[in-house]
DNA sequence: AACTGTGAACTTCTTCACAGCC
DNA sequence: GGCTGTGAAGAAGTTCACAGTT
């Protein structure tokens, strides 16, 4: 008995699928109509090969000798992301960067729609973003339910970000996407993918200190 | 001629340190000693093994049979890292995000200082976050040369995202992050590290519609 | 006894090189 | 000729298991 293919694609992969799929949508937008895995890969900035090896995993979809067709690679890539079905999806704390993510139209055209947006501060409650109204967090429990959301963000303070967390777990929330400070703990069956911006700036200043001093040995 | 160590620690290693750095600095202030690398391992969230591993980039750094010193371990992190050199960056593109950034307390204890805010749009020129005027964009190469800022941060429209990026490199920044929503083409010497929140989104929601149907043919 | 530091096994990801097809 | 799809090689990262130290 041969199993045909994996079911299953790696992460890495998945994560450059999404990134394809938006040039490819630019592509289009142009009007091009087909494009080669070199082209693509210069503008995704990866390696041709490992395009079209992230490409093998959805089955073949170009034609050889001339490369791929910029329409049907682009919906055949959406469709594998999900993108035409709809994902309800909770924010939670709406300073600067939730505002931020609430107000971004790129979340819409792939196919998240925020349908809570959720804040503790009374004089946030109300404020209209992203033609939505911010409410207070006891309804947090209320709405996941209501809606199914499946997906959480948590932009709020480091501070309670695990308590929202727990909650957003309890209530039926099964993926979180976490742009707070600190490391959170999740039951069985939840999982986290954290987004942490300071680490992302202290990682590029040291690999930059790195390749500029490949030699220097540091005083005692 | 043997070198002691390999001078370059590992990308996903650096990462990482930064993570237990935050860790180690919340327990110092809760007055905690010492601690084990099993006990930390929980607190970041990964494998004490790894932990350990990455820690040896460090050179011993523990007591055997006892654990770390709390103190010692954050300080020995921090200088690798260089949080105690204070690094100029500039932040280019002041919307929710932009403002988010500047704001953030988190960077300066790491050693980032926003040495300039540039924004195209003149409604927010002079407005004032994170105790720091919005300047223009013409102001740009002025204020980079001026204060030798090696970091810089795009938070604009893709649209002008590539636009910013150039004018970045000639200044004479050499490391970038990049939250427009495109890939940025860069000359060699200036490395450009990518977040992008949609992708983030959509490899989560991938990943946990993977993990739940992992037996599910999708229908012709 | 407890816990670190590290070689070795293992897994995952990337790149290469070329066969296969248009 | 040109470009895709993929097995095989290589690199990087992770986990294990245990020797070494206090």
């Not at 993918?193 to 005692?220: M, N, T």
Request: glycine fraction near 12%.
């Amino acid at each position: 008995m041969i199993q045909p293919r994996p079911r299953t694609i790696p992460e890495a992969t998945v994560a450059r699928l999404a990134v394809y799929l938006r040039v490819l949508s630019t592509l289009a937008d142009g009007g091009r109509s087909t494009v080669s895995s070199g082209e693509l890969a210069t503008a995704a900035g990866v390696n041709p090969a490992g395009l079209r090896k992230d490409l093998s995993h959805l089955g073949p979809c170009g034609v050889r000798g001339v490369g791929y067709e910029v329409d049907t690679l682009r919906d055949r890539i959406g469709r594998v992301l999900g993108v035409e079905r709809s994902r309800p999806c909770v924010l939670v704390g709406i300073g600067n960067l939730g505002s931020a993510l609430a107000d971004y139209a790129g979340f819409g055209s792939r196919g998240f729609e925020f349908v809570g947006l959720f804040d503790a501060s009374p004089a946030r409650i109300g404020q209209r973003i992203g033609g939505q109204a911010v409410r207070p967090i006891d309804e947090l429990e209320a709405v996941v339910t209501a809606t199914q959301a499946s997906i959480g963000v948590i932009t709020t303070p480091g501070a309670v970000a695990q308590a929202v967390c727990d909650r957003l777990a309890a209530a039926g929330v099964r993926s979180i996407l976490n742009f707070a400070p600190v490391t959170l703990a999740t039951p069985d069956g939840v999982d986290v993918r954290k987004v942490d911006l300071s680490v992302e700036l202290q990682v590029l200043a040291f690999l930059g200190q790195q390749r500029l001093a490949p030699a220097i040995g540091e005083p005692a």
